[in-house]
């Protein structure tokens, strides 16, 4: 079997993002799973035990003093310097912003092709790798090949339920050479929003997201209270982000963020294609809309045809209920 590395993503905190499961168990359908992980000098070990439980069969930690300093730099690198150690026969990565720019940036470099915001994988009968999208606001399902190799791939957070079974990593260490010259610099991270305590919307697996059906910013507070009784993230439809309920950042849809989580509850949203671009590859859809034509009915597996403001307190209240 050839090497697919996965690309680990490392939070600021030092944890290995949610987003790795899923990479993992990507590339173990299309070959030997390798980790790769760019990091601080002497900080990679540490990870090694929790990337074999998800499955990676090697572990190459690439390590530079930018990590963390420099935007994309040393991943790219850490990208290239694997590459060519272990040949692989494709490279996935999250669909990330920041995973994005060091695939972008790797496929410059090699020349060849990129296959972005697959939803699975799969390896055709000659082995080449397939990668399965979903378009026009999930109503069709393709596939795409690549003449180049390797394959480098985006995958939507949330979108593979499959695991890899947990093994025991062979591991590398090189030391990367990272051309700071020309890079952009990070001079400073801070999390973004006022630390809610809620999950990232991207990659959330319970995500709420309110509509113009809320009528006001005050009243989009429901929208946060079902999220919490829930767990999940706060997404939005772009006419309430326009509206002014909610920031830019929680915009679901075609040009929002694309989630995959395994339910998705959209309160007095329409449902327009825009949308739907951007949830309908989510497990299971749950919607509320007064009005019964409302196009969000098409694709949910769960409708209730009512106000938000009658159903949404009776929905907390049982959560609520069941939780003590
Ligand atoms: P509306 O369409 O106004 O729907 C509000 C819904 O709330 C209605 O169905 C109504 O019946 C229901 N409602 C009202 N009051 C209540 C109540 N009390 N209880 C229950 N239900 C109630 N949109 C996105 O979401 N994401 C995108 O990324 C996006 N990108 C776009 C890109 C382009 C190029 C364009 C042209 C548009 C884009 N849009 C996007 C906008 C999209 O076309 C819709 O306008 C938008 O999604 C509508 O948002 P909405 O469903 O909240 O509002």
Redo the contacts with the bound molecule.
Sequence with gaps: MTNVLALIEITATGDIATSAPALIAAASKLGTPVAVVATRPGEGAALVAQLGTLGAQHVYLAESEHVGRLLAAAQVQALASAARALEPSAVVVSNSVESCEAAARFVVRTGGGLLADVVDVQIAEDGSVIGVHSVFGGAYTVEATLQSSPAVITLRQGALDERAAATTPSVTTVALEVDASNSAKIENVAAAGPGSGRPALRGAATVVSG???L?SKENFALVEQLADALGAAVGA????VDAGYIPQSA??????VNVSPQLYVA?????????R??MQTAKTIVA????ED?P?FDVADFGIV????SVVPQLIEVLETRSN
């Design positions: 509509g113009r059906g009528g439809s772009r006419a309430a915009q679901v849809g075609q040009t929002g309160l007095g949203i329409s449902g327009a294609i825009q949308h671009a951007g509320i809309n007064k009005d409302a969000i009512g106000d938000v403001f």
